[in-house]
């Protein structure tokens, strides 16, 4: 739930751009609170347009919808700067939320009592907390491993597409540890080390790694099956940030020369109704990489670009 402080932070930003007609881009879990938003929209004597199209990641930006509609700043709340050139100006309201991990920490420490090395990893909603979870896990004994985002430079911070603020010590590390709410974020990385989750929703340390492990599994047995199918349709998304057009192509070549039937398709968000009437056996993934994880939805096999290699 967003907080009056959130408000008066995120209208600083938009009086800062002088804007008068906003076009508004709000996560799935602050739908909630659109009434509340339009309120302080209308008493600061800004029009605001909501777009109500499910947005997962900064990847997803609206902002073709917000010229369309005469929008003249275009504000994306709950992710950081992704690197899409937008069309109209832009602002990003991270919607950071002070928490006290290390609260957990203290009442769970037996669950990292194995790990001596560990790296942390959260979402950019808690990046500003890495430190002083750092700092309290050093005074526990711990060797703790920080890296940056590339894209965002934020430290610990991962995406469910990219997780290059831990790449660079996951060799060095006995365990990752994600804090934050879900798993969403730290179950899209495969390694062979243990990831144990500080989870502010429970209250509790959870180990993760057996989701983990079970889905490279299904996903090692998508890739066996469609080396047996046929039909293939490689999909490619309109979504600024997810639009991976030279991909697609490629992946469509590639399996052109192992003898299948490729067709290439385009959604903006890609439904199971879409393919309705379409004979497709595996559908190659080319814009999120997490769609992947949605095939039991499709009732089909699913894909990504880079396991088309294996086919
Ligand atoms: S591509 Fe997917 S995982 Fe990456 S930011 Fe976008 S929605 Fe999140």
């Known amino acids: 739930m967003l907080k009056k402080q959130h408000m008066e932070e995120m209208f600083r930003l938009i009086r800062e751009n002088s804007a008068k007609r906003v ?66 100006k832009t602002i990003y309201y991270e919607l950071r939320i002070d928490f006290d991990f290390t609260q957990i920490i203290e009442e769970n420490k037996q669950a990292l009592d194995r790990y001596k090395k560990i790296g942390l990893m959260t979402t950019v909603q808690f990046v500003h907390e890495a430190e002083r979870i750092k700092a309290f896990l050093e005074n526990m004994g711990k060797e703790v491993f920080l890296g940056k985002n590339k894209k965002s430079g934020y430290p610990a911070h991962v995406l469910g597409c990219d997780y290059t603020a831990v790449s660079e010590f996951i060799d060095d590390v006995d365990c990752l540890l994600y804090f934050g709410s879900g798993a969403f974020h730290p179950s899209g990385i495969l390694i062979q080390k243990p990831i144990l989750s500080v989870d502010m929703g429970s209250g509790r340390i959870t180990d993760i790694s057996e989701n983990v492990r079970k889905l490279a599994i299904k996903r090692e047995l998508s890739i066996e099956k469609a080396r047996g199918m ?67 939805l499709f009732g089909k096999i699913i894909l990504n670009y880079e396991d088309v290699k294996r086919i």
Do not use: W
């Open 230 to 296: 046929t039909n293939f349709a490689v999909y490619v998304s309109t979504k600024p940030g997810q639009m991976h057009t030279k991909a697609a192509m490629n992946a469509k070549r590639m399996l052109e020369e192992k003898g299948k039937h490729v067709v290439l398709i385009s959604a903006d968000m890609l439904t199971p109704e879409k393919l309705i009437g379409m004979k497709v056996d595996v559908i190659v993934n080319t814009a999120c990489p997490r769609i992947r994880e949605d095939a039991g």
């Open 23 to 88: 076009f508004v881009q709000v996560p799935e879990g602050l739908k909630t609170d659109i009434y509340a938003f339009a309120a302080f929209f209308a008493e600061n004597g800004v029009d605001a347009i909501f777009s109500v199209e499910p947005c997962f990641g900064a990847c997803d930006l609206r902002d073709r919808d917000a010229k369309l509609l005469g929008c003249d700043l275009l504000v994306h709340i709950g992710h950081a700067d992704f690197g899409v050139k937008p069309d109209v």
